[in-house]
């Protein structure tokens, strides 16, 4: 993933208040990502809105999603 999108997904989830982010190369151990982003959230409210700020904003700025884990889940 390219290092100004992770920039920006950082600041997406940090507008929201998410903490404990992590950002995972691993382009060396799968072959359908470059990049894995991890945060944290209070509550499962919290944790939505947060996710729902990365889709926003990743529609806003015309990029694509070709996949989310966990959304429907929070």
């Given at each position: ?15 929201k ?36 700020n ?21």
């Open positions: 993933m390219e290092n100004n999108l992770i920039t920006m997904i950082k600041e997406w989830i940090e507008i208040k998410g903490f404990n982010i992590r950002i995972y190369d691993v382009k060396e151990r799968v072959s359908y990502t470059d990049t894995i982003i991890v945060c944290e959230g209070d509550n499962s409210l919290h944790i939505r809105a947060i996710a729902d990365i889709l926003e904003e990743a529609k806003k700025n015309k990029i694509n999603i070709y996949s989310k884990e966990g959304v429907d889940n929070a």
